[in-house]
Nanobody, 119 residues
Framework: QVQLVESGGGLVQAGGSLKLSCTIS????????LEWHRQAPGKQRERVATITQGPTTNYADSVKGRFTISWDSTKNVVSLQMDNLKPEDTGVYYC?????????????WGQGTQVTVSS
């Protein structure tokens, strides 16, 4: 199993910054993709950013140029630096991991951390 624990959420004014961290523990060998997703009240969960070994990154159009995902594999931490935050960035942010173990992929989720951006 893999455990994911998010931290760094909070309340910030529009235009401000926050840095989220996700600490990864357990059977981490084989993890080849990490993502941040978010879910706003009354809306479906959406992917925000992806990072793979390489590394390669990919972002949702709504956060391009404002958010940066990074992965420190030596510390087993994936981070999301969020700058120029907007009220529409409000939501619960979840860490997601994908692990490949030779024949199957398994996904894992953290419990989430709340981000609130005030106007």
């Amino acid at each position: 199993q893999v455990q994911l624990v998010e931290s760094g959420g909070g309340l910030v004014q529009a235009g401000g910054s926050l840095k989220l961290s996700c600490t990864i523990s357990g059977s981490v060998v084989g993890i080849d993709l990490l993502e941040w997703h978010r879910q706003a009240p009354g809306k479906q969960r959406e992917r925000v950013a992806t990072i793979t070994q390489g590394p390669t990154t990919n972002y949702a159009d709504s956060v391009k140029g404002r958010f940066t995902i990074s992965w420190d594999s030596t510390k087993n931490v994936v981070s999301l630096q969020m700058d120029n935050l907007k009220p529409e960035d409000t939501g619960v942010y979840y860490c997601h991991a994908q692990r490949y173990t030779g024949s199957t992929w398994t996904t894992f989720w953290g419990q989430g951390t709340q981000v609130t951006v005030s106007s």
